[in-house]
C-alpha cells in the first residue's frame, strides 16, 4: 500500500515569497491533516480536512496560510507572504474515518525561510 | 481540551539495557493514545497505539507501552535497547469523540549508546 505523497521535500525562499506544498493521501483515507513541525518542537495541527470539508482550522494563520483539498484527494498548502518563523517541516497525514485508527505520514516538507 | 507532556528532552540508555520514554496526557474524555518515532531528516512512523482493552500493548521494533488510567500516563519502554533505537520519540493523544486531530507531545530524543 502507498503511504502519504509530499511534495516538495525541500524548499527554501526568501521571506514575503510564496511556496505552495503538495499532498496525496492514502488511498481511501478521507480526513487528512497538515501539520507543521519547528525544529525542537512536537508537530502542532495546521488544518484538517473532512473529504473535502474544513473540520479544524483554528490553528491556521489565515492571513497568510490557506489549504484547499479540491475533489476530497490531493490537498495544497500555500503560504504568502512567507515570514522567516515559517521555517519548518510541514507534515501532511491521512486517516480513515474511526478516530482510533492510525494516522499515518508522510516524509515532510522542509521549508527555510531566509 | 487535549495535551500530552514528555517531561524528559533526552534520555540516555547503553545498549542492551532496558528503556523508558515517559508520557503523560489530560484529556476530558476517553483518550487513544499514540507513540511515533521520528529519524533524522525523516516524516513521524506509527509505532503503537492504545485504544481499549489490554492496558499493556505491544508494537513496532519491541517497543512496548503500558495505559496508567490513574496516573494518566503511556510510557514506552523496551527490554533490550538498540544503537538503532536512537530517534526522536513523540507520544500523542485524540479523544474518542469530536476532534479526531492527534496532538502531540513536544518529543524526547533518545540516545543509546554502544
Known amino acids: 500500500e502507498a503511504g502519504v505523497a509530499q511534495s516538495p521535500r525541500y524548499k527554501i525562499i526568501e521571506k514575503r515569497q510564496s511556496v505552495a506544498f503538495w499532498c496525496n493521501p492514502i488511498?481511501?483515507?478521507?480526513?487528512l491533516y497538515w501539520y507543521q513541525q519547528i525544529l525542537g518542537q512536537g508537530p502542532k495541527l495546521l488544518i484538517q480536512?473532512?473529504?473535502?470539508?474544513?473540520?479544524?482550522d483554528s490553528q491556521l494563520p489565515k492571513d497568510r496560510f490557506s489549504a484547499e483539498r479540491l475533489k476530497g484527494v490531493d490537498s495544497t498548502l500555500k503560504i504568502q507572504p512567507a515570514k522567516l518563523e515559517d521555517s519548518a517541516v510541514y507534515l501532511c497525514?491521512?486517516?480513515?474515518?474511526?478516530?482510533?485508527?492510525?494516522?499515518?505520514f508522510g516524509e515532510g516538507s522542509w521549508l527555510t525561510v531566509v | 481540551a487535549q495535551s500530552v507532556a514528555q517531561p524528559e528532552d533526552q534520555v540516555n540508555v547503553a545498549e542492551g539495557n532496558p528503556l523508558t520514554v515517559k508520557c503523560t496526557y489530560s484529556?476530558?474524555?476517553?483518550?487513544?493514545l499514540f507513540w511515533y518515532v521520528q529519524y533524522p531528516n525523516r516524516g513521524l512512523q506509527f509505532l503503537l497505539k492504545?485504544?481499549?482493552?489490554?492496558?499493556l500493548v505491544k508494537g513496532s521494533y519491541g517497543f512496548e507501552a503500558e495505559f496508567n488510567k490513574s496516573q494518566t500516563s503511556f510510557h514506552l519502554k523496551k527490554p533490550s535497547a538498540l544503537v538503532s533505537d536512537s530517534a526522536l520519540y513523540f507520544c500523542?493523544?485524540?479523544?474518542?469523540?469530536?476532534?479526531?486531530?492527534?496532538?502531540f507531545g513536544s518529543g524526547t530524543r533518545l540516545q543509546v549508546q554502544p
Open positions: 488511498s481511501g483515507h478521507a480526513t
Open positions: 492504545y485504544i481499549t482493552g489490554d492496558n
Open positions: 497525514a491521512s486517516s480513515s474515518g474511526y478516530s482510533g485508527n492510525t494516522i499515518y
Open positions: 500523542a493523544v485524540r479523544m474518542d469523540t469530536g476532534r479526531r486531530a492527534l496532538t
Open positions: 480536512f473532512q473529504n473535502n470539508g474544513v473540520v479544524d
Open positions: 484529556v476530558s474524555g476517553n483518550p487513544y
